[in-house]
């Protein structure tokens, strides 16, 4: 399945929330994390975070279907970004979008020296995939709530 990345339009917020919504629904069900869980961010909240300065938003196509988003915020005087809020729409999850998707960020951002990300530890595909793309574990684990730990990753 041939995968298009292309940068965010503000055009694209309605795709992008739905697309967020429906990633992170599941975890939020499992989890029950209302403190910080992107499933619950309001519209306006997904756009101000898209467009505010540094932040670089992404859509992924899949066959013309637009099936994944993730925002990256580069941090030029330090050489690094940050990942967040990755998502992939549940029918198209478990075939490789994400790790392609990344990759292609990546190389579209070679200038970038460190790549840093945060995950849920209970979820280990997540784990598996930032691991299996070079991405290391770093710091502390900090647990949220009595069901969910965040970990930390980083790629030189």
């Not at 029950?32 to 505010?52: F, G, I, M, N, Q």
């Not at 988003?69 to 999850?93: M, N, W």
């Not at 990546?106 to 280990?124: M, N, P, Q």
Request: net charge neutral; hydrophobic share 35%.
């Amino acid at each position: 399945m041939e995968i298009i990345i292309r940068p965010f339009q503000e055009s694209d917020i309605d795709t992008v929330w739905a697309i967020q919504r429906a990633a992170f629904q599941p975890l939020f069900e499992k989890y029950r994390d209302e403190a910080t869980s992107p499933y619950l961010e309001s519209r306006e909240t997904v756009l101000a975070k898209y467009t505010r300065p540094g932040a670089h938003g992404y859509l992924f196509l899949c066959g013309g279907v637009a099936a994944g988003a993730v925002r990256v915020h580069l941090r030029p005087e330090t050489k690094s970004a940050r990942i967040s809020a990755l998502c992939v729409l549940p029918e198209f999850q478990g075939r490789g979008v994400a790790q392609e998707a990344l990759r292609a960020i990546e190389r579209l951002h070679a200038d970038v020296g460190t790549w840093r990300l945060d995950t849920i530890l209970e979820e280990k595909g997540n784990c598996h995939l930032y691991e299996k793309l070079g991405y290391r574990r770093i710091g502390e684990p900090e647990p949220l709530n009595e069901r969910l730990t965040l970990v930390y990753y980083e790629k030189p």
